[in-house]
């Protein structure tokens, strides 16, 4: 008996002239968080030689994973990226897996306030979808999938936040990567710019883009950004990051973005009082 040939998925094949053609424009999309945006650039040629030109904020449709211990900042950045977009009148789905949507809502309006955004003006660019409280969401990710499909439809949603995708696969970190793709897809699919917030284990390598499931994110996702805390305990640190031994040095890296150009030092970062995050100055310049 003959053996039969492996189907050809014809469509699967694409030339990169018609491909091209079905690309989106390389445009930045502003965060909200200060000294963010300017760290991403895109090359264009000028009299013969290659220039940076500043994309002015993360790639348009990026899947971006924002990974670190607690009380890095994580969802500080995030929310403040919901608030902005919904100031620039494009609404914005947050995904809450760890805290009800109530909760959510009340750090969301605190940051617009330190933001300077009266979010009575941009509450209803918000949509949050409440998987902290449904467990049907939280551990069915076809359900999830598809309420997060209806939201984007109904609402013309344009930006996705899950915080945090660590929740969807807790206990079963084996499953990270299966969820962290079926997510990835989806995102291409509804054309998002989406960041995804994911949590570390312990403080171990601080600034490396490993998180509770492995690499799994960080090897799917466009651009994957690193944030840590350090103790300042040593002469030597107290040194090397100009602070007082007992103070806490807060730590930003871009662990790379396959989508553009971007700044590859690690840059001071600071939480204000307000809670705000902001992005310093590179931590070799100290």
Avoid at 48 to 73: F, H, Q
Avoid at 135 to 144: S, V
Avoid at 203 to 226: K, M, N, Q
């Amino acid at each position: 008996m003959e053996k039969e040939r492996p189907r050809v998925v014809e469509e699967s094949i694409w030339v990169a002239e018609e491909a091209l053609k079905k690309a989106p424009k390389l445009e930045g999309v502003p965060t909200g968080v200060e000294g963010l945006d300017e760290l991403f650039f895109r090359a264009r040629v000028e009299g013969g030689k290659v220039v940076k030109e500043p994309l002015g904020g993360i790639p348009r449709y990026a899947v971006v994973n924002i990974t670190g211990v607690s009380d890095t900042g994580k969802s500080l950045m995030a929310e403040q990226f919901t608030v902005k977009q919904a100031e620039r009148g494009e609404p914005v789905a947050f995904v809450t897996v760890e805290s009800p949507a109530p909760f959510v809502t009340l750090g969301l309006k605190e940051r617009a306030t330190a933001m300077g955004i009266d979010f009575e003006k941009v509450k209803d660019k918000i949509i949050l979808i409440d998987a902290a409280t449904h467990a049907t969401l939280r551990e069915n990710l076809p359900n999830l999938l598809a309420t997060l499909a209806y939201a984007i439809k109904q609402y013309k949603i344009r930006h996705t936040v899950i915080d945090s995708v660590t929740g969807l696969y807790e206990a079963r970190e084996v499953m990270a990567r299966v969820v962290v793709r079926q997510l990835f897809n989806f995102m291409k699919k509804w054309y998002q710019t989406a960041l995804f917030i994911s949590q570390k284990r312990s403080s171990h390598e601080e600034l490396s883009a490993e998180a509770a499931g492995g690499f799994a994110i960080s090897h799917i996702v466009d651009c994957t950004f690193v944030l840590a805390k350090e103790l300042v305990l040593t002469q030597y640190q107290s040194r090397l990051f100009k602070k007082p031994i007992g103070d806490v040095v807060r730590l930003f890296r871009i662990d790379g973005c396959r989508l553009c150009g971007h700044d590859t030092r690690t840059h001071f970062m600071e939480i204000t009082e307000t809670g705000l995050v902001k992005i310093g100055p590179p931590l070799s310049s100290s």
